[in-house]
């Protein structure tokens, strides 16, 4: 049992740093404790995030669980704010209350597992919290002193890993955020969408649930054609040796103005297994998402234009039209000027911008 425990513990530690195999380690604590299932579940009601690792069990049931029954399961509900470390049973939500939820008669009754389970959360957020979890099977709905046992052992240690992983998670946060100082709203983001970190700005993005919403524990957007633009450009930022550009752009308008919104997606350099649980084998942060409102960010570019390089305000204009790439005539008619008067505009952005041609001219204005 020791040699078994220590390979237990020393996994738990490694999976701080590489977070490609939590499922594995699930089924592995499972069976040295006697247990049906493991679990680790991420709840956020503050942005609508339920998110659960658990091998075991039926995908339909997780999935049930994810888009509606985790609003309504008692069990988080009483111990969404207790310390982490700290093991919990049915007896802390009340078992008759529990028995008596549309949770477990209406749900979980059906879902192939027991309702006696023993939980610990492994942090908490305001009202936020991840949770690992044992499970008992219908069969044998009864919790063992094994379980017990191996949950004191087991609990410390996991909470010490998920400590590491969320410190490695926001350094890298704070990183993409000092590169993006100007965005209204950042995410970091998994290869199937699901999402690891948020900063304010996304946070109230999602809160508000205008042009982004969680839908089983994935960010969407309120089209569905954008949604799947936006896939597709997560798809390439995981693929290490695609060579797609490091960056893409999704533009979708905002459902209660009409505004467009611009939403970048840069390809991740991450600090590696940088994750929260319960996220699998893609659990690392594949790519960046960056939210800009399209009129605030081209006025923002204009006046770096302007400041940088002394370009007059028609003459930004048309530098940061002429960058898109599809010649003059369609720049000169975006910005309503006439092909001779982008003419001599461009001759004196080229003197002020010390460029020769237009190639030369989008770099720059790409860079900038």
């Not at 530690?13 to 699930?26: E, H, I, P, Q, R």
């Not at 109230?204 to 054609?225: E, K, P």
Request: glycine residues 6%.
């Amino acid at each position: 049992m020791d040699k078994e425990f220590n390979d237990l513990i020393g996994s738990i530690y490694d999976y701080a740093l590489d977070s490609g195999a939590w499922s594995d380690l699930m089924s592995r604590v499972a069976d040295f404790a006697g247990a049906e299932n493991a679990a680790m579940v991420v709840i956020d009601p503050r942005i609508g995030l339920s998110s659960v690792l658990t091998p075991r069990a039926d995908p339909n049931v997780v999935a049930a669980y994810n888009a509606h029954w985790w609003q309504h399961d008692p069990t988080a509900q009483a111990t969404a704010s207790i310390p982490p470390g700290q093991i919990t049973d049915l007896s802390h939500t009340g078992r008759d209350v529990y028995y008596a939820s549309a949770f477990q008669n209406e749900f979980w009754a059906k879902s192939g597992l027991g309702a006696e389970r023993l939980a610990g959360n492994l942090y908490t957020d305001g009202i936020g919290f991840g949770s690992f979890v044992l499970q008992t099977s219908s069969a044998r709905d009864e919790i063992t002193d094994r379980m017990v046992s191996v949950c004191r052992m087991v609990l410390p240690h996991l909470v010490r890993s998920v400590q590491i992983q969320r410190r490695l998670l926001h350094l890298a946060a704070a990183l993409a955020a000092r590169d993006h100082p100007d965005a209204e709203g950042l995410m970091l983001v998994d290869r199937d969408l699901r999402l690891l970190w948020a900063d304010a700005d996304a946070e109230a993005h999602l809160a508000r649930r205008d042009a982004f919403r969680i839908a089983d524990g994935r960010v969407a957007l309120c089209d569905t054609a954008a949604t799947h633009r936006l896939e597709a450009a997560i798809r390439a930022c995981a693929r290490p040796e695609s060579t797609t550009a490091r960056r893409s752009e999704v533009v979708l308008a905002c459902p209660n103005s009409g505004a467009p919104i611009v939403i970048e997606v840069i390809r991740n350099q991450p600090l590696t297994g940088a994750s929260v649980p319960p996220m699998d084998t893609s659990a690392s942060a594949t790519a960046l998402i960056a939210v800009h409102h399209a009129m605030h960010r081209t006025e923002r570019r204009l006046a770096g234009l302007i400041e940088l390089y002394g370009l007059t305000r028609a003459e930004a204009r048309l530098a940061i039209e002429i960058a898109k790439g599809d010649g003059r005539a369609a720049a000169a008619a975006r910005v309503g000027i006439s092909v001779n008067t982008a003419r001599t505009h461009l001759a004196s952005i080229f003197g002020k911008m010390g460029v020769h041609r237009q190639t030369e001219l989008m770099r720059k204005i790409q860079g900038s």
